[in-house]
């Protein structure tokens, strides 16, 4: 069996060595169009997690790479003149020439063919005369661009601008420096990598980069801006060039991995933003993942190129997505800047969601600590603290919204239930919502509720348009108000070009076969292509409804809610005004995101002025549709500030459901920085929702500033006590009534023991286990 390796870095020559190593009788060659000694960038970096998988790959060249490197513990944060410092997180830095150097020779000692200074072009002829072809070489790889339509790669130039250079500098952590110029803002991140040598990855957004006049400075001239920017950190040291062009970062992916006897690696394949330290463990975990899928295949390369894409795809995405989310961060810094210190430092260190409120009270108790302060401090006497005056964690402080006070920062999520009748609530709601009341969240949101019988999704959705379903809900509200310490929200929707369908578990969105009623829409499009086609709605349509959204928050305030929300989300009616993808108007009503606007506006204002002034009221957006054409970020804030500006005190963001062709990228807290966008830059108060599963999660997003309340629905589902076991785990004091305090006697004695013990379990597990050379 012959193996072709195009590409001499680290991912190539790991893999090249595996295979030869262990198959001996195998012809491996590399081919790499530079010399053995050319090397472009300075250091790499790698996590203890990746060099315990190195130790397992290959414990020769783990020992000499190990005997190389720099090692640190802590992540250190310079911004506005404050430090912080963040023990656990156990990198190593090691030359990218001595990495080279180490593998080059470990697979010339195991007898690979290595070749220099080979341009190789010809995917056809390699693939002719070799049984497996690897494609190894980096971001611009020629065999994958020769494949295109093969392999299908997509790439997205990100807007800001970076270059690799070095320093003489020494470091002991991995360090981050923010600095404001009359240009714009610059960031440094840098680490060393080996004694008397350290990388400088220098990043500003484009509009800074302009103004600075580097797009016109050679190597030299901008490493010599950059030491008068970076004058006080670089602490008298100079900063070196090597091929240090500023370029932008390209988020690369392949639909294909692999075709036929082809297959790509590393960055050829995936690319991973700088800022997670990912770009050469990514690319030496594919080399070992490739090896080992080719062992179990026992080196049939059609089972093991099979074998390898789908067993390394869903990792690989994993880390795309963190490093996408930490790129994005590092993008939108003008967000944040105005941040305190200690929030700013919080969010870099919880950016990409790889880290969390708990898993930074393991590595950091004291900044913790003072993070629980700094939300208890900036909100006065309203802060809940303990006996001994800690202040609680942000999870459990409480929130204000006009007049009303939330006890805690979570919420149940709207979930529509689709089993009322008629449009009345029954039992089951009562059972529902006061169960959930029960177990402690500080607000508790109603399912959409129709505003008339044609303003339902399905047959089975809640109503407010008649006065047997005034008397439901008031029951429901009284429940929620005698046995609980929740707020309850009616939220009011009507459900547009998406109603008349069958129940959630019957066939989500797709239309009844009988019974329908007909629908009204901002435009004639049906949502599937079977679906029923609306009406566009006329100027009586729209005189009709706002008619009966304001009926319907009247009953409600007669049926005793505190709060008021309107739906304007996922593709019903409202929300298909805003969107772009189902507003195809040409009058008033459609258009620029204004005219789009002036309907949802209207509603607003009808219900702002027959709701209380001292009561709240939110609007559900979706602030993405997931799909080509859609609501853009501007679109988002502007939607925002519209409805800040007539009087909304939250804004609950969510996303997609708008049109059947939206692909919504899913993952831990998905919706989170939609939150995030909007509540730091249409500076109105937010709530999060999506795939939010603990209270960690929750203390996370609220410390670092990403949102003011957080929603959650499948778990108070699966558990109706999630706020309250949440507060035992934290020794927070949650209401609960007479008859359950009991219960929660024992979960308040029992869970601090459990927690204790799985904190023993984990500082156990905490990197910084490598030996380092001295």
Known sequence: ????????????????????????????????????????????????????????????????????????????????????????????????????????????????????????????????????????????????????????????????????????????????????????????????????????????????????????????????????????????????????????????????????????????????????????????????????????????????????????????????????????????????????????????????????????????????????????????????????????PPAFQPFMLRGMRVENRMTLSPMCQYSAEDGLPNDWHLMHYGARAIGGPGLIFTEMTCVAPDARITPGC????????????????????????????????????????????????????????????????PYYPESQVPREMTRMDMDRVLAEFVSAAERGLRAGFDMLELHCAHGYLLASFLSPLTNRRDDDYGGPVGNRLRYPLEVFRALREAWPREKPISVRISATDWAEGGLSEADSVAIAEAFAAEGCDLVDVSTGQTAAESRPVYGRMFQTPFSDRIRNEAEVATMCVGNITTVDQVNTIVAAGRADLVALGRPHLADPSFVLRGAAWYGVDVAQPVQYRPGQDQLMRNTPREREELQELKLKARPGRHAVRS
């Open 1 to 392: 069996m012959r193996i072709a390796v195009v590409g001499g870095g680290p991912a190539g020559l790991y893999f090249a060595l595996l295979m030869k190593r262990d198959w001996p009788q195998l012809a491996v060659d590399v081919y790499e169009r530079n010399q053995p000694d050319d090397t472009f960038g300075f250091g790499v970096v790698f996590s203890d997690q990746t060099l315990d998988i190195f130790r397992a790959a290959d414990a020769e060249s783990y020992a000499a790479i190990r005997d190389n490197f720099a090692y640190w513990d802590d992540i250190e944060i310079h911004f506005k003149g404050e430090s912080f410092r963040v023990p656990g997180n156990g990198f190593c830095g090691c030359s990218r020439r001595s990495l080279l150097m180490l593998v080059q020779a470990r697979a010339r000692a195991l007898g690979v063919g290595l070749h220099f200074g080979a341009e190789i072009a010809d995917v056809e002829a390699l693939k002719r005369d070799y049984d497996l072809v690897v494609a190894a070489d980096g971001v611009n790889s020629r065999l994958r661009e020769n494949w295109r339509e093969r392999f299908q790669p997509e790439a997205d130039l990100r807007p800001n601008k970076f270059a690799w250079m070095g320093s003489t500098r020494p470091f002991d952590a991995f360090t981050f420096f923010f600095k404001q110029t009359e240009h714009g803002l610059f960031i440094a991140h840098c680490y060393q990598y080996e004694a008397g040598r350290s990388t400088w990855v220098l990043e500003t957004d484009p509009e800074t980069f302009a103004k600075a006049g580097l797009a016109a400075m050679d190597e030299a001239h901008s490493a010599a801006f950059l030491e008068g920017v970076f004058a006080e950190e670089l602490q008298g040291h100079g900063l070196i060039t090597n091929r240090s062009l500023w370029r932008n970062f390209p988020m690369i992916r392949c639909r294909n991995w692999v075709s036929e006897n082809v297959v790509l690696i590393g960055d050829a394949k995936a690319t991973a933003h700088f800022s997670i330290g990912s770009g050469t463990k990514l690319a030496m975990e594919d080399a070992i993942a490739l090896h080992g899928a080719m062992g179990q295949a026992k080196l049939d390369v059609a089972a093991g190129l099979k074998l390898f894409e789908a067993q390394r795809r869903e990792e690989v995405e994993k880390t795309q997505h963190a490093a996408d989310v930490s790129l994005v961060w590092f993008e939108e810094l003008k967000r944040f800047w105005d941040f305190e210190p200690l929030r700013f430092a919080f969010g870099l260190m919880t950016r990409s969601k790889a880290i969390t409120y708990d898993n930074l009270a393991l590595r950091a108790p004291e900044m913790v600590a003072a993070v629980d302060a700094m939300v208890a401090d900036g909100l006065g006497p309203l802060a809940k603290r303990r006996r001994d005056g800690s202040p609680v």
């Open 462 to 525: 809640a109503g407010l348009w008649n006065e047997a379903q005034e008397a439901a809900w008031k029951r429901i509200v009284d429940f929620v108000h005698a046995h609980s310490a929740a707020k309850i929200c009616l939220q009011l929707g009507h459900a547009g070009r998406k109603g008349a369908t069958k129940l959630m578990w019957e066939g989500m969105d797709r239309p009844l076969p009988e019974g329908a009623w007909p629908l009204v829409s901002a435009s004639p499009l």
